[in-house]
């Protein structure tokens, strides 16, 4: 049995209540909520606003089980305001225009009124504005959850009404505090192996309340609970992550900043995150092949082949067995010698032809298939190539009245260094070639 333990910041709950564990353990005070010293206590943002008794409107960001909904009751009763609580899923504009009537009477009679809204990022637009004149004039204090970005989920004039208060999930010495308060809350000790507490806290994957909710399942057992009791008894949640807003987002700019780091550990760590999380294996490869060439480009053009055929192959044989041919891939990349000078120098052409509009090419490079065409001067002083010693004429071919310019500037690194002697070799002839040369 684990001899770990934490002490308790206060009294808890009396033991006949016959609520959830995670519902009896709920802190009874903002000192009491762990994980989120850094906007709770004295220097942090809401710390700061109840020390000074202004309590604004907020929205608490932060994954399942870190104390949003804790967090927001417990502000209504420091600050002595009526808490009024309502979910985005089960509410509706009706129920909306019920809350704020009431919190305009309640006004009326010198109450404030604290309107908390879970999942608030589940209004839409036209909901998410209806809010605007009641905080604006002072009649409800919003506070809104949210496990969403709320720059992404959020209406500007909404959030610009609002501080954000990032929450965190819990580390593990917050879950190993959340351990000793429902250890110290039961009749009974809690039989974990060290193994299986620790094992306990990686599933639990920062989420207090579903930590609590595991823990309950053994509230009732003799038995010593080993890691292979708890497989047994209990079902691994999938990491917290969706495909469709910032998890996706965050954990494919980790792969990619990592093989641009070249730590093909990382790079292989997010890799497989992302598969854990339910990814779309063809979508990571996908972003691997832009990662060949913005990357990597030319200093490998193997790179470009490597991550075509590792799509190929994924496309042949599926999940799980294609998943490693993208790994190959991933291991590629990131060791792969880096270069950004394909990249920067399309970016740097692409702007240059925004800028010079219409330009046409110099007539000698032009193509003459009718006399006309020929009469008037187009192909007239072209020099084929081929034709010449070094298999290069040196000609221009920039538009008349745009200066040569050098978009692609290759690294020394890779096979780069090989195109770098090519182009000054190229730049030497053109020099000798030229008129004024």
């Not at 909520?33 to 020390?51: R, W």
């Not at 104390?67 to 502000?75: E, N, P, Q, S």
């Not at 807003?245 to 494919?252: A, P, S, T």
């Not at 700019?253 to 497989?272: E, F, I, N, Q």
Request: charged share 20%.
């Amino acid at each position: 049995m684990s001899k770990k333990s934490a002490p308790l910041l206060s009294p808890l709950l009396h033991q006949d209540t016959v609520a959830p564990l995670a519902e009896a353990l709920r802190p009874k005070s903002l000192a009491e909520v762990v994980g989120q010293d850094h906007v709770l206590d004295a220097n942090g943002m809401i710390g700061q606003m109840l020390a000074a008794q202004r309590l604004s409107s907020l929205v608490l960001w932060g994954p399942p089980g870190c104390g949003k909904t804790t967090i927001a009751r417990l502000l209504a009763q420091q600050a002595n305001v009526y808490f009024e609580p309502i979910s985005a899923i089960f509410s509706g504009v009706a129920d909306l225009r019920r809350v704020f009537d009431a919190a305009r009477e309640r006004l009326l009679e010198g109450r404030k009124t604290l309107l908390f809204v879970d999942e608030i990022h589940r209004f839409n637009r036209a909901q998410q504005d209806s809010f605007l004149p009641f905080v604006e004039q002072g009649v409800v204090t919003l506070v809104g959850a949210t496990t969403e970005n709320p720059s992404f989920e959020l209406n500007g004039a909404l959030l610009s009404r609002c501080q954000v208060a990032v929450l965190r999930r819990l580390n593990e010495a917050a879950l190993e505090q959340v351990i000793a308060r429902a250890q110290s809350y039961l009749s009974r000790p809690l039989l974990f192996t060290d193994a299986a507490r620790q094992q306990l806290i990686a599933m639990a994957d920062g989420d207090g309340r579903y930590l609590l909710n595991m823990i309950e399942q053994f509230t009732n057992t003799d038995e010593t609970i080993t890691p292979e009791l708890l497989a047994q008894r209990l079902q691994k949640r999938m990491p917290l992550y969706d495909k469709a807003q910032e998890g996706h987002y965050n954990l494919i700019s980790a792969l990619h900043k990592s093989m641009r780091g070249s730590d093909v550990d990382a790079a292989l760590y997010w890799y497989a995150r992302m598969l854990a999380g339910g990814e779309d294996p063809r979508y990571i490869a996908r972003r691997l092949i832009r990662f060949a060439s913005e990357d990597i480009g030319l200093a490998d053009p193997q790179a470009l082949v490597q991550t075509l055929s590792a799509l190929e192959a994924y496309e042949r044989l599926g999940s799980p067995e294609g998943e490693l041919n993208i790994a190959q891939a991933v291991i590629f990349l990131a060791t792969a010698p880096k270069s950004n000078a394909t990249y920067t120098a399309f970016k740097t052409a692409q702007a240059a032809a925004q800028q010079t509009g219409s330009l046409m090419p110099p007539a000698h490079i032009l193509n003459a298939p009718t006399k006309f065409m020929k009469d008037i001067g187009y192909g007239k002083g072209y020099a084929y190539d081929h034709d010449t010693v070094e298999g290069f004429s040196g000609q221009n071919y920039f538009p008349d009245g745009l200066k040569r310019q050098q978009f692609y500037q290759p690294v020394e690194r890779g096979f780069e260094r090989d195109i770098q002697k090519r182009l000054d070799y190229w730049a030497r002839l053109r020099s000798e070639k030229s008129p004024s040369g």
